[in-house]
C-alpha cells in the first residue's frame, strides 16, 4: 500500500527546494501509512505503553504509601509529562536507526539521498507523539487530572526543544548505526539507562545532593524538568536547569549528524 507514493523520476525544470518538498511529501505520505496501519497493534502499543509504565509506578507509589504529590505536582500528571517528553526524545533517537536501510531501493533516483527517509523519520514521530501527548492532556483533563499547563508557551518551546534534541541524536545515530551496525545496537540498549537517569520516572529531587550535579550533564533532564516547570506552577526542582545547555547539545547533534550524511553519502547509498 505505501508504494503507491511513487517519488518523482525528473526535476522537470523546477527549482532544487520544490523538487526535495516533493520528495519528502511523497515519502512523508509512505512512511506514515507504513508506520500507522501496518501494523493493527500500532497506535495501541503508542498509548498502552505509557498507561502500563503509569499504573505500575502509581501501584509501586501506593504500596509505599509516600503521598500523591512530586515536588509540589501531582504524581500522575508529573509522570506523564515526564514520559511524553522522554518518549518524544527516544522515538526521534531511535527511528532513524534503520530509516537509511529501509529505503535503499530509492536512492536509485538522484533526487532522494540518505538524509531524507531520516528527516521524514524524525518529523513525522514528533508529530505523533505532539497528537498523543495531547490526546493525554484532553483525556486528563476529563478525568479531572491537573494536566492543563500553567505556561502554555513555555511547554510548546520545551516540547519542540526536546523533539530537536531527538532529531540531531537520530540524524547523528542513522549514520554510525549503519556504517558500524555493532554500534547501533548499543544505542538501543541504552534506551533503559538514559529512562533511568533522565527524572523521568524518579524524581530528581531524590537523588542525593552530591551526586545531582552529575545529573545534569544529561540533557534530557533540563528538557524534562523545564517542561514540568511550565506545566505546574508549585513544582520545583533542583538548581542549573539550563535550556541553553539542551540547545547547545541539540545544534551540535544537529550539526554533527548533517555533517556525516554529507561526508558519508556514496557510503551510505552503497552500504
Not at 539521498?113 to 524524525?122: A, E, F, I, T
Request: proline share 5%.
Amino acid at each position: 500500500m505505501a508504494r503507491d507514493f511513487v517519488l518523482p523520476l525528473d526535476n522537470g525544470g523546477r527549482a532544487p527546494w520544490r523538487v526535495t518538498r516533493s520528495v519528502w511529501f511523497a515519502m512523508f505520505m509512505r512512511e506514515t501509512i507504513s508506520r500507522t496501519m501496518a501494523d493493527r497493534m500500532g497506535w495501541f502499543w503508542m498509548i498502552f505503553e505509557p498507561l502500563a509504565i503509569i499504573a505500575v509506578m502509581v501501584s509501586i507509589r501506593g504500596l509505599f504509601r509516600t503521598g500523591a504529590e512530586v515536588s509540589g505536582a501531582d504524581h500522575v500528571p508529573w509522570l506523564i509529562v515526564g514520559l511524553m517528553g522522554f518518549g518524544l526524545f527516544r522515538d526521534n533517537m531511535m527511528r532513524p536507526l534503520g530509516a537509511i536501510e529501509a529505503n535503499k531501493g530509492l536512492f536509485a533516483y538522484r533526487q532522494v539521498k540518505p538524509v531524507d527517509p531520516v528527516l521524514v523519520r524524525c518529523f513525522l514521530e514528533g508529530m505523533l507523539r505532539s497528537f498523543l501527548f495531547l490526546l493525554f492532556i484532553a483525556v486528563g483533563s476529563l478525568l479531572k487530572l491537573d494536566l492543563i499547563p500553567d505556561r502554555p508557551l513555555g511547554v510548546m518551546l520545551d516540547w519542540l526543544s526536546l523533539w530537536a534534541l531527538g532529531w540531531g541524536a537520530g540524524l547523528t545515530v542513522s549514520v554510525i548505526s549503519d556504517l558500524v551496525p555493532e554500534l547501533g545496537r548499543v544505542v538501543r540498549i541504552l534506551n533503559l539507562p538514559l529512562l533511568l537517569l533522565s527524572g523521568v520516572i524518579l524524581p530528581v529531587m531524590y537523588i542525593p545532593h552530591q551526586y545531582q550535579q552529575y545529573l545534569l550533564w544529561n540533557p534530557i533532564v533540563h528538557g524534562l524538568e523545564s517542561m514540568r516547570l511550565s506545566f505546574f506552577a508549585g513544582y520545583h526542582t533542583i538548581g542549573g536547569i539550563d535550556m541553553t545547555y539542551l540547545w547547545f547539545w541539540a545544534l551540535s547533534l544537529i550539526s554533527l549528524g548533517l555533517l556525516l550524511h554529507i561526508r558519508f553519502a556514496a557510503q551510505l547509498k552503497a552500504h
